[in-house]
């Protein structure tokens, strides 16, 4: 049975499953689409020696230019890598970008932010630690980076094996706490400079996925081995975080289908339902997930309806989604929330030309990792 959306909007937007309201916990969300945006990968720890000040200020501008507002339509602007900070610190156009894309009671969800040095309307924070997806160049004192594993990741290019990365060292079992407590502090940061929650980044092959997956987890401590054991790194940090700054203030993201960054699982289907299930005893806001892709050989797509069905919060989902079809996923009962990135990139006003149903613009896949401040970042055009 669908979570309750009750709201007065208008004969139109009732069509629109997208335009619909939601009640995410204590957040009610204008509408059913996410901006899911990263934009800057600023270490947040207590250590880090960047201008505080100066991302407190930004952070508070778009605390008063997006919070207080009910999200009342179901589209949220997923995190995206941006790539436009300098010095690790957010810079004065990420303004103008988050602000172009907001819309009152519209969910946005902010780009990674490192928890520590080793990892480099309603408005969440993504926390992540990228763990083997480093290198010595950007670690504290040129060290290795720590993961999971000692297992290198190594990228083809051309035929040939390139490897782009530091060999990682593998983390010692007395270690690990700290990595957790690594989180807490940058969710407690995060809080305190005015955001409304943190999104704890478990996907993508990064750090917590790596120690979830049994293709790069080779642990044989109380991590490593069994499905239970590979996901407690993960769900400790989902208890940390909620105990710092409260359950309803904590989501997070899961690509247990997906192979990024070469971390893949013999068993998705039962990792992810297992993850969906466990993230239950604490009662967390949502949990967001990456649709999986076409198996080789044609064979039929994986699901994410059973941990849909398996989760008690709100459930998000992301990837490749257009209007047609996060309007399907909505219908269908799929999700609670659809998440636009590229999209939302691209159209700024994207609530208004899905109301609309008007053309969109389209994005250039060249202007997504440069540091231009403005091409490619605030010139797309809004519809006149």
């Not at 407690?232 to 359950?247: D, H, K, M, Q, T």
């Amino acid at each position: 049975m669908e979570k309750d959306s009750t709201s007065a909007v208008g004969a139109d937007a009732l069509a629109i499953p997208l335009l619909t309201p939601y009640q995410m916990g204590k957040f009610h969300l204008s509408h059913r689409y996410v901006v899911y945006c990263p934009f800057c990968r600023t270490p947040s720890s207590e250590s880090s020696d960047m201008d505080a000040t100066l991302v407190l200020s930004l952070r508070t501008i778009w605390v008063l230019l997006l919070f207080g507002c009910w999200v009342c339509v179901r589209i949220v602007l997923a995190p995206l890598t941006r790539q436009r900070s300098y010095g690790y610190v957010p810079q004065p156009h990420a303004i103008l970008y988050y602000s172009q894309r907001t819309t009152k009671g519209g969910l946005l969800i902010a780009e990674a932010t490192a928890v520590s040095d080793t990892a480099q309307g309603i408005f969440f924070c993504q926390i992540w630690h990228v763990g083997r997806v480093s290198n010595a160049g950007f670690q504290p004192h040129g060290q290795a980076p720590i993961s999971c594993t000692d297992k290198p990741l190594i990228r083809r290019s051309n035929g040939g094996d390139v490897n782009r990365f530091t060999p990682p060292r593998r983390l010692r079992t007395e270690e690990i706490p700290q990595i957790v407590n690594d989180f807490r502090i940058a969710a407690k940061n995060a809080i305190e400079a005015g955001f409304d929650g943190v999104e704890i980044h478990g996907a993508h092959g990064f750090l917590i996925e790596q120690f979830m997956k049994d293709q790069v987890n080779d642990r044989t401590d109380q991590y490593g081995g069994s499905q239970e054991n590979r996901c407690r790194f993960g769900l400790e940090i989902v208890e940390a975080v909620s105990n710092e700054i409260g359950a309803d203030r904590v989501g997070i993201r899961l690509s247990p289908f997906a192979p990024y960054n070469q971390c893949s699982d013999s068993k998705p289907e039962a990792l992810g339902l297992y993850m969906a299930e466990s993230l239950n005893r604490y009662g967390i806001a949502y949990c967001h997930v990456v649709e999986p892709g076409q198996k080789t050989g044609g064979e039929q797509l994986l699901s994410v309806l059973p941990m849909r069905k398996a989760f008690n919060g709100s459930f998000m989902t992301s990837g490749g989604f257009d209007r047609e079809g996060g309007n399907r996923a909505l219908a269908e009962n799929r999700a609670d929330l659809v998440a636009y990135g590229r999209w939302f990139l691209a159209n700024p006003d994207l609530p208004r030309r899905f109301e609309l149903n008007v053309p969109l613009n389209q994005y250039d896949t060249s202007t997504f990792y440069t540091p231009d401040p403005v091409i490619g970042y605030t010139d797309y055009p809004f519809f006149v």
